[in-house]
């Protein structure tokens, strides 16, 4: 199939290619960005998301897989087949368009939303029907995940970013520090509720 240039202006979240109705919503750009960070097949493109975007962006292996058949059939990647050990196997790769399509995307012009999905915070937004000692449990639980999580960006996503920018590749970088700084506030926030409560 021949290479196909994504179509402009669109809607901020969608994208048609060349004029097709087919739209790409921010998982394919997401998928198309990793492929270029150097992840090839559907497992290297989820463990690498998980090693870095999961943070802010969660992309499951159904939806890794559908956009990938959607972004070869457009055009935007190749994949060939790559059997290893007995296993089927398909590794892909940017096309020219894949790589224009993504930088189209990056300097669209869109309205930039926040959306934090925290089971955690939730429960503490209708934690006035709870006694006080089930409510600091709540809180302290909530400082031990960012307590958690801090540790795996320390441990984990803060090296591998900074390998990365080592290579050159500044941003997952820049982007690890809003996570670790995030959990460092957020175990502060629920440090000084312990105390209120205590």
Known sequence: MSARTLA???????VAAAGRP?????????????????????????RTADASTRFFWV???PQIYT?????????LVTG???PQGGRRRRLFELTAA?????????????ALSLEI?????LKLFFADALERDDVLAHVRAIRRRSERMLEHFEQVIVPLASQAAEGGTRYPLATARFGQELHEWLIARAG??????S
């Open 117 to 121: 999905r925290d089971m955690g915070l």
């Open 80 to 82: 060939r087949s790559a």
């Open 22 to 46: 087919a739209p790409f919503g921010v998982n394919a750009y997401a998928v198309l960005g990793l492929l270029r960070l150097g992840a090839r097949s559907g497992y290297e493109i989820k």
């Open 192 to 197: 000084a509720l312990e105390q209120e409560l």
């Open 67 to 75: 956009e990938l058949a959607n972004l070869e059939r457009a055009g």
């Open 8 to 14: 402009a202006p669109a809607p901020a979240d969608t």
């Open 98 to 110: 894949g790589e224009q399509a993504l930088v189209e995307w990056l300097r669209e012009p869109v």
């Open 59 to 61: 992309l499951s292996p």
